[in-house]
């Protein structure tokens, strides 16, 4: 048996995850605290302890996400699209597009056979759209952000959020609820503001099925369900949704490991 | 020979300590040229120092009450660094019509720096009617008359021709750097190639040639390091050095560019046959492609495609200026065509100010990745 571990230290929070033989996964931790903190270290710990493995038995480990290049405990670090791309084919084979929203970052990524990255774009100039951005909006309301999906599907009657800048959305936020707007509308109106921003993203590099969605905002049904209404065809929310890209790097960390082996047969 | 490198890169570091050596030695003027296409044989027949003005990394405090957030960083930058006195020894500036950003700059400018003489270089925005040579030898004779007063010399045709020959050597020069940097990418690195580049901006001109044209030679022969495995063309307004060092660290190379802030400054020659300002005012005209240049045509992303051909390039970088437009118009015109072409190609956003480059890493590792 061979253990493989992928670590994905992202802006907000840190993930890893421990492949058995690149098929099964035998443990994944989540922690919430991210790139400049102990929280890679901890989410170790925490799949380590759940795979009841110790370090000195993963026999390869990569690291991805912001915090990548500082990590000082892996054998390589790739970059969190290539791995995102590979997660995402070893959740589901037929995946040809991945959209990735995480705490600062949204990306669009385009597939080849077996996960190869064709082509990906990100967002630019801010942080509108991605996961920061519904954290502020959920401030704003006084609701906690994981109640904001089952919120906004009550919505009768969405409302326009038009600016696309984070701190501006705010104030909208905030003028539409002083004017007695319904706190559903104004959340599905947030839903909306964000599935508009990603389309536009997913458009760039040509939308391709079947289409994935991971990291944290793919866990919040209200945008999952905006984004389908905008790009017309149905998003598949794997299983290792936040998960993805650490899942990715452990896939990687196991053909690392498997190429390494043959040559030194060789 | 390495001593001569060392000449141009300690240039490079300190811009204002070297003009104000000239300045002293010269007792000359010196003008600050905005970007880009500056007839800068004009200000030397003058006897004056052009010296471009392409911002930099300075912290934005007093530029902020004229020029918004979501401006262009450079002229953000220029603006700061005339608050700050950075400038102090430019005698006069030269506003050419480049961008939406760099006309109104200039207007804020006349405002907030009354007491600064400014020439504004509006250049004919259609290059191609029969009236354009006729307006824009005009305007640069009005140039000279503004230099003039300023300088208390003039431009005369004989001293025109001297600068124009001189300039055009410059431009060979520089042309020669490139291809050592296509076809011998071992020759030197990508810091060394930025401050030679940037040294170029404002040393006067025939010691820069002089020097140039002893290390060329030695340039082709040198060895600092291995082939690259990814070879880059850049394109877009400028590149920040940090950036170029993160495709370094990457394994990748930069081996040509279509940069503002770079080849497009040493493209086409003036002819030194005809009577100089129509030779100048020809040269103008017949630039191309440049997002800041009327180009009905759309030449620039066949001209990526040739260039990518010409030095075995695999993929091509756009570097946006943030805010910029005019390149941010070009930019889905480039990507069709270089699709078609099937040349990679990744869009990144950089500011001058930035301090951060994170991101900036992972999307050029991203795309290491995918081309390897």
Not at chain 2, 287 to 308: A, Q, W
Not at chain 2, 330 to 346: R, S
Request: aromatic fraction near 8%.
């Amino acid at each position: 048996m061979t253990y493989t571990m992928g670590v994905d230290i992202g802006s907000i929070t840190s993930k890893c995850v421990i492949l058995r033989d690149g098929k099964v996964v035998t443990a994944t931790a989540i922690i919430r605290a991210g790139t400049g903190s102990d929280g890679p270290q901890r989410a170790v710990a925490e799949a380590l302890r759940l795979a009841a493995l110790s370090r000195s038995e993963i026999a390869y480990a990569v690291a991805t996400g912001y915090g990548r290049v500082t990590y000082d405990d892996a054998d390589e670090e790739l970059s969190e699209i290539a791995c995102h791309g590979r997660g995402a084919v070893f959740q589901e084979p037929l995946a040809r597009t991945v959209i990735d929203i995480g705490g600062q970052d949204a990306k669009a990524i385009k597939l080849g056979a077996g996960g190869r990255v064709l082509n990906f774009a990100m967002n630019e100039k801010c942080a509108a759209g991605t996961g920061r951005f519904l954290e502020v909006m959920a401030q704003a309301l006084g609701y906690p952000l994981s109640e904001l999906g089952a919120l906004g599907e009550k919505s009768t009657e969405k409302v326009s959020i038009s600016s696309t800048c984070t701190v501006f959305a705010e104030s909208e936020v905030i003028s539409h609820l002083a004017a007695n707007r319904k706190v559903e509308d104004v959340v599905a109106g947030i839903h909306e503001s964000i599935a508009r921003r990603i389309a536009g993203l997913v458009r760039r590099i040509g939308l391709e099925q079947k289409v994935l969605m991971t990291g944290g905002v793919a866990q919040n049904s209200g945008v999952v369900k905006a984004l389908e209404e905008r790009l017309e065809c149905p998003l598949v929310v794997p299983v290792y949704t936040q998960a993805n890209g650490a899942l990715g790097a452990a896939v990687f960390a196991f053909a690392k490991y498997q190429k390494n082996k043959e040559e030194h047969v060789e | 020979m390495e001593q001569y490198l060392d000449y141009f890169l300690d240039a490079a570091a300190n811009p204002v300590k070297e003009i104000n050596r000239w300045k002293e030695e010269q007792k000359g003027s010196v003008i600050g040229c905005l970007p880009i296409y500056i007839p800068e044989e004009i200000i030397d027949a003058a006897g004056a120092l052009p010296v471009y003005l392409w911002g930099g990394k300075t912290e934005i405090d007093r530029a902020n009450a004229h020029l918004q957030g979501f401006a262009c960083s450079i002229v953000r930058a220029v603006l700061e660094y005339e608050f700050k006195g950075t400038y102090d020894m430019v005698d006069g500036f030269v506003f050419p019509s480049t961008c939406d950003h760099i006309q109104n700059t200039s207007d804020i400018w006349a405002k907030a720096f009354s007491h600064r003489p400014k020439f504004d270089l509006v250049y004919p925005a259609n290059r191609q009617s029969n009236y354009a040579e006729q307006y824009l030898t005009e305007l640069y004779r009005e140039f000279i008359s503004w230099l003039e007063v300023l300088t208390g010399s003039k431009a005369d045709d004989d001293a025109l021709l001297e600068s124009i020959k001189k300039y055009n050597l410059h431009r060979r020069l520089m042309s020669e750097l490139s291809e050592i940097r296509a076809k011998s990418p071992q020759s030197l690195t990508g810091r060394e190639m930025s401050g030679l580049v940037k040294a170029s901006l404002f040393l006067p001109k025939d010691e820069y040639n002089s020097r140039l044209i002893e290390l060329l030679p030695w340039l082709w022969e040198r060895r600092i390091r291995e082939k690259p495995k990814t070879r880059l063309v850049l394109t877009g307004i400028l590149a920040e050095q940090e950036i170029i060092d993160i495709i370094e660290e990457l394994g990748g190379c930069i081996v040509a560019d279509d940069l503002a802030r770079g080849a497009r400054l040493h493209r086409n020659q003036v002819d030194e046959s005809i009577e100089p300002l129509a030779a100048l005012a020809r040269r103008h005209l017949s630039l191309g492609p440049c997002s800041t240049l009327f180009d009905p045509g759309k030449g620039r992303g066949p001209y990526l495609e040739s260039l990518c051909r010409e030095t075995e390039a695999d993929a091509v970088i756009f570097i946006n200026m943030k805010f910029c437009e005019p390149e941010e118009f070009d930019y889905p015109v480039i990507k069709t065509d270089l699709e078609k072409a099937g040349i990679p190609l990744l869009f990144i956003e950089v500011e001058q100010q930035m301090t951060s480059y994170g991101q900036l890493r992972t999307r050029l590792q991203a795309f290491m990745e995918m081309l390897a």
